[in-house]
T-cell receptor
Framework: GENVEQHPSTLSVQEGDSAVIKCTYSDSASNYFPWYKQELGKGPQLIIDIRSNVGEKKDQRIAVTLNKTAKHFSLHITETQPEDSAVYFCAAGGNYQLIWGAGTKLIIKP | GAGVSQSPSNKVTEKGKDVELRCDPISGHTALYWYRQSLGQGLEFLIYFQGNSAPDKSGLPSDRFSAERTGGSVSTLTIQRTQQEDSAVYLC?????????????FGEGSRLTVL
């Protein structure tokens, strides 16, 4: 079936450094790629999304890039802060369903 | 309320008992989703509602799991004859439409522990 692979499963970075999380999808019909952040004890929350007609999107310290040819997309967080510590999920969606990655636990070291 | 509300937030039950989990979506959201999240794992899709109908229930793990939605609003996920492997956090999400290309608003989840 369709799947989304997400790497790394855990990422530890020094506060102030950048973090990059990568996802690869298999369904070429996917045209919507959201990223969700899940803090401990909470439900996931959308932080940024991108559609297939756009290659890059930025919102303050967060950016997402999409390469449809290679079928991969990435989340970039710059100038990381302690509040960025959480689990991040990517997903790829089309007309029928949203397929989720397994998640990346991001740890920001002081 | 302003967000998706789930109850109970925590449920401990004995193996073999039935449980009901409730989800109250954001008013006006026609699409509603149930997901299961085991400890430290990703999101496992269970079922999707558009209005009161469930066009996709492919993720329900067994016939012990069922869900309904009434009045295009509140949804109930029922697990019959619970097993220890059912222990997980059950997340509900709602969205404005059902195209799978819009923002999902999640509740905080119902943590189920089966002893």
């Amino acid at each position: 079936g369709e799947n989304v692979e997400q790497h790394p499963s855990t990422l530890s970075v020094q506060e102030g450094d950048s973090a990059v999380i990568k996802c690869t999808y298999s369904d070429s019909a996917s045209n919507y790629f959201p990223w969700y952040k899940q803090e401990l004890g909470k439900g996931p929350q959308l932080i940024i999304d991108i559609r297939s007609n756009v290659g890059e999107k930025k919102d303050q310290r967060i950016a997402v890039t999409l390469n449809k040819t290679a079928k991969h997309f990435s989340l970039h967080i710059t100038e990381t802060q302690p509040e960025d510590s959480a689990v991040y999920f990517c997903a790829a969606g089309g007309n029928y369903q949203l397929i989720w990655g397994a998640g990346t636990k991001l740890i920001i070291k002081p | 309320g302003a967000g998706v509300s789930q109850s109970p937030s925590n449920k401990v039950t004995e193996k073999g008992k039935d449980v009901e989990l409730r989800c109250d979506p954001i008013s006006g959201h026609t699409a509603l989703y149930w997901y299961r999240q085991s400890l430290g794992q990703g999101l496992e899709f269970l079922i999707y509602f558009q209005g009161n109908s469930a066009p996709d229930k492919s993720g329900l793990p067994s016939d012990r799991f069922s869900a309904e939605r009434t009045g295009g609003s509140v949804s109930t996920l029922t697990i019959q004859r619970t097993q220890q492997e059912d222990s997980a956090v059950y997340l509900c999400a709602s969205s404005l439409g059902g195209t799978h290309t819009g923002e999902l608003f999640f509740g905080e989840g119902s943590r189920l522990t089966v002893l």
